[in-house]
């Protein structure tokens, strides 16, 4: 078995390969989570909504959000929390990214940009 370290190397490792930037779905990356049974003034490194503000934050910003949640998840959360972050991270389809760079492929769909989301906050 991994160590944690390594662990969260890898997962960081295959969230960026091919200009990869954030899951299109970030509200299901909260709802895995669980943050919003974290008490409220902790939710705040963790929360996804940062990655709906695109005039407010960069997208370094919204990767490093990202990331910071899959380091909770591993390192604050219980083992089957993680795994069903990791499982719904590795099984996303090319399409159900953004991107880091407008050339890339999710960015390329009509009507779609590095900043579009999909908010199910509540599903």
């Known amino acids: 078995m991994k160590n944690k370290k390594q662990e969260y190397k890898d997962i960081i490792k295959y969230c960026t390969d091919t200009n990869r930037a954030v ?6 990356v ?3 989570l669980e943050i919003q049974k974290l ?3 902790c939710r705040g490194p963790y929360h996804s909504l940062v990655l709906a503000y695109h005039s407010e934050y960069s997208i370094n910003q919204k990767i490093q959000r990202f990331h910071r949640q899959i380091a909770y998840g591993l390192f604050n959360s ?7 972050l990791k499982d719904f991270l590795l099984n996303l389809k090319r399409e159900e990214w953004l991107y880091k760079r407008s050339k890339d492929y999710q960015n390329e769909i009509e009507g779609a ?3 579009a989301t999909v908010s199910r906050l509540h599903s």
């Open 113 to 115: 940009n590095c900043y």
């Open 78 to 84: 219980d083992t089957s929390i993680y795994n069903k």
């Open 39 to 41: 008490p409220r003034h």
């Open 30 to 32: 909260m709802t895995i």
């Open 23 to 28: 899951p299109l779905d970030w509200c299901k």
